[in-house]
């Protein structure tokens, strides 16, 4: 599977091939951060490509915000544009392979670049990395594609991957969506199971 090779990822940063970098945070994410108060909860964004989320984190004052992301190329332009952020907060490499314990993943972009097939261990391993409280949040394409990345799905088939690691499993249509992505969106709040 070639798009789970970090040089696979590394072309498309380099060929400027990002069409699912908007350029800023996504509107329905931001609008959950708005809302989180503990500035000390450990956060881990996956596949966090240009970290826009842990940017707009940073500047609110967040201070355990770790970003991880196959490919360098972002990560290093992140590390340019937010110098003052935790180096030690950046990690290069595989999230299936990350260890580390945190009460909120953030969910924007990881999981439609996944091939499908490796969505239950997706699931497997975020419930893994939270806390026992832990939370995974963030956006999930309601819509199907006909190749990939990105791979699109729908509510039932997120049910039954998330089901079995989480409870809580609240997914509701983005009413905040990018314009591009309006009625496409799935905003998803999910509980570790206990």
């Given at each position: 599977m ?33 809302q ?31 970003i ?21 907060h ?34 497997e ?5 939270l ?12 819509v ?17 991957t ?29 509980s570790?199971?206990?």
């Amino acid at each position: 599977m070639e798009h789970l090779s970090e040089e696979f990822w590394s072309d498309r940063y380099r060929t400027d091939n990002t069409g699912w970098d908007i350029g800023f945070p996504s509107p329905p994410i931001a609008n959950y951060i708005d809302q989180l108060e503990d500035q000390e909860i450990r956060i881990l964004i996956p596949g966090c490509g240009n970290a826009y989320e842990a940017e707009y984190l940073h500047q609110k004052g967040f201070k355990n915000v770790h970003i991880i992301d196959l490919s360098n190329a972002p990560l290093k332009a992140f590390l340019e544009r937010v110098n003052d952020f935790p180096e030690q907060h950046v990690h290069q490499g595989d999230f299936f392979d990350h260890e580390g314990e945190y009460d909120l993943i953030l969910e924007q972009t990881m999981f439609c670049a996944i091939d499908p097939e490796l969505r239950s261990q997706y699931a497997e391993k975020a419930s893994g990395l939270l806390s026992s409280n832990g939370k995974l949040a963030g956006v999930l394409f309601d819509v199907r594609f006909e190749s990939g990345p990105p791979y699109g799905g729908s509510k039932e088939e997120y049910l039954k991957t998330f089901g079995p690691c989480f409870s809580s499993l609240q997914m509701e249509p983005c009413h905040n969506s990018i314009p591009p992505r309006m009625g496409r969106e799935l905003f998803i709040l999910l509980s570790k199971k206990q």
